[in-house]
């Protein structure tokens, strides 16, 4: 996952930067929190961040990660639900992330109109997906070969979501950028971008 991770480091820092760079106070919820793999990119005073995830596990590894980076007691708040359901109050967020987690839901729709419900007026959807390949490319048929076995043994990761399009359906003015991540085979292409509530927020 370190590895993993380091590839998508350069398009995290860009896709992050208006968290990073803003001023003031901001409310932040990340659906399927994990480990805790974006507190380097969210984590500044001022941030206060609602962790959502289904997996108490996960919650247990995103609370001891973000603690080292300083994030805690009122800064963060963990939250054990689905991403479809979260129970937040709506207009709740100023920035909802997302990051490889559409591939893995039981239906990226409920998702999306979640984030939808969740973003305060003029808010930002920020999110990170690997994605199928082209229509009737090698990869693409690679990738629906072991589709059913990366779904038995990844949690329910789909390898053959068309997750850019799914963005765009729900937010018809998002920014969606694909890119390839070198050296990861059949997870190899990528989706990032933001889409707003709104108004273009001035964070």
């Not at 350069?10 to 919820?29: E, N, Y």
């Not at 729709?109 to 003029?122: D, F, I, N, Y």
């Not at 059913?148 to 359906?169: D, F, I, N, S, W």
């Amino acid at each position: 996952m370190a590895a993993y991770e380091r590839r998508l480091e350069p398009v995290k820092r860009r896709l992050f930067r208006p968290v990073m760079d803003a001023a003031g106070p901001l409310r932040v919820v990340e659906l399927g929190i994990g480990t805790g793999a974006n507190v380097g990119y969210i984590a500044r005073p001022g941030v206060t961040v609602t962790g959502v995830d289904l997996n108490p596990e996960m919650l247990r590894y995103a609370r001891r990660g973000w603690a080292d980076a300083g994030m805690a007691g009122g800064a963060l708040r963990l939250v054990e639900a689905p991403a479809e359901a979260t129970g937040l109050p709506a207009g709740c967020a100023d920035v909802v992330v997302a990051t490889l987690l559409l591939c893995s839901v039981a239906d990226p729709g409920e998702v999306l109109r979640e984030v939808g419900r969740l973003l305060a007026p003029r808010g930002r959807f920020l999110f990170v997906e690997h994605v199928a390949a082209p229509a009737g490319s090698p990869l693409r048929g690679c990738q629906a070969a072991l589709d059913p076995l990366q779904q038995a043994l990844a949690g329910g990761c789909h390898l053959t979501r068309e997750t850019g399009a799914a963005v765009l359906e729900h937010f018809p003015a998002a920014r969606v950028e694909s890119f390839q991540a070198d050296g990861l085979c059949v997870l190899s292409p990528h989706v990032a971008g933001e889409a707003v509530a709104g108004p273009a927020p001035r964070l």
